[in-house]
């Protein structure tokens, strides 16, 4: 049986897990790092804080971590970020394998692209880019992604492992056939999140007094960073504009914007907001389980958004911008949630208004197929195929 080697460029906490089920699962999987500068815990750009995941991120599956030899290391820097010409020698002695290689957007992964072919391995891309972001670009760009991808890099994958519709419609943008996609969809740790839901919900007001919530009030809940791409001053607009005095509104998360969330709720004499801070992997459940209502107001960049995934799993119904990657997949409208376009704060209260008063939302649930489950099916499918 073939081995199959993830490409990623550092441990990511929503993956670590899914490596570990594949690996319980019995499929060779080894991941091969390109930066170690998030595992003994770093400074988020993104978060703005000091961050060290509570959950395992290395354990349960084998790994391996590469030297990065760029004159700006960093995960943050940009396509030079990131260069391993250790890992490039490694790959070339290692016996014809299965390479998933996380995206484009290092000179290692692209390199891993370009040359894995070659040595013999069966190439596989599992980027996240959706149409929907795509389609928005200028002519000249997309013009000369055409050239890029469809005329060049594209020629060098087997398969493309597409994370859900929009992604699945990048990549036939340019040019990639349906026989070469295979569903590999995002997915967060189901089994955990439900699990801390049938223990948790039970307790939601004994919680809501633990995290210093109202425990009569309709609370809705946000959980991103604070920066652009989030857009979390559309959501404090759209909770200005609903004016309930039982309504709260919890913003779980940290980053560069919140002194502009902090002006904004001080000018505007806003009261029932609660900015929390980082909260880690382990305490995130007891947010999902006090709320009522989940919102994820991104806008470009917001290529799946898996938050949505968790608070799905706690069985919140969700109001996600239309730009959101996952906004196809996961929102079945007026029956767990609603679309709303994005910057259009009215919009989002009135959608906000109109979803607490959803019913639970029971089975058949969109995250049936967005599971580690489904992940393990297809890639043992192509282990089969590719023997």
């Not at 040019?175 to 740790?189: E, M, N, T």
């Not at 911008?321 to 919009?347: A, H, W």
Request: hydrophobic share 40%; net charge positive.
């Amino acid at each position: 049986m073939k081995q199959i080697i993830f490409i990623n460029s550092h441990p990511i906490q929503y993956f670590a897990p899914l490596y570990q089920y594949l690996t319980e699962q019995g499929l060779p999987v080894s991941c091969w790092y390109c930066s170690d500068e998030n595992v003994q815990g770093h400074r988020d750009r993104d978060f703005d804080t000091q961050v060290s995941w509570d959950i395992p991120i290395l354990k349960g599956y084998a790994f391996r971590f590469f030297k990065n030899t760029s004159w700006k290391p960093s995960i943050y820097n940009g396509f030079f970020g990131l260069v391993n010409p250790s890992l490039i020698l490694a790959l070339r002695k290692e016996p014809k394998s299965i390479i998933i290689v996380h995206g484009w957007a290092y000179l290692t992964h692209a390199l891993v692209i370009l040359l894995a072919r070659f040595w013999g391995h069966c190439v596989c891309l599992r980027g996240e880019s959706p149409l929907n972001q795509e389609i928005e670009k200028r002519r000249y760009v997309l013009w000369l992604k055409q050239v890029i991808f469809r005329g060049f890099l594209f020629r060098f994958v087997h398969r493309f492992l597409y994370i859900g519709k929009e992604n699945m419609a990048f990549y036939e943008f340019y040019g990639v056939q349906k026989r070469d996609l295979i569903f590999v969809p995002y997915a967060v740790d189901n089994q955990r999140f439900r699990s801390e839901a049938l223990k948790l919900q039970p307790i939601k007001l004994t919680l809501r007094k633990e995290l210093g919530l109202p425990l009569e009030a309709k609370i809705i809940l946000y959980t991103a960073k604070y920066i652009a791409k989030k857009n979390p001053l559309d959501l404090l607009k759209a909770f200005a504009l609903l004016k309930d005095q039982n309504l709260y509104l919890v913003m779980v998360g940290e980053g560069k914007l919140r002194v502009a969330m902090e002006d904004f709720i001080r000018t505007h004499q806003l009261q029932n907001i609660f900015l929390t801070g980082f909260i880690n992997q382990s305490e995130i459940g007891k947010y999902y389980s006090s709320a009522d209502v989940f919102v994820m107001c991104s806008g470009k960049g917001e290529t799946w958004g898996l938050s949505v995934n968790e608070a799905l799993n706690f069985s919140l119904p969700v109001v996600v911008t239309k730009t959101t990657g996952c906004s196809s997949d996961l929102v079945v409208e007026g029956q767990n949630g609603y679309l709303v376009e994005e910057g259009n704060p009215e919009e989002l209260a009135m959608k906000i208004k109109m979803a607490f008063q959803l019913p639970v939302y029971k089975d058949p649930h969109p995250l049936s197929t967005f599971s580690f489950d489904t992940i393990s099916k297809s890639l043992k499918d192509l282990v089969a195929c590719t023997n």
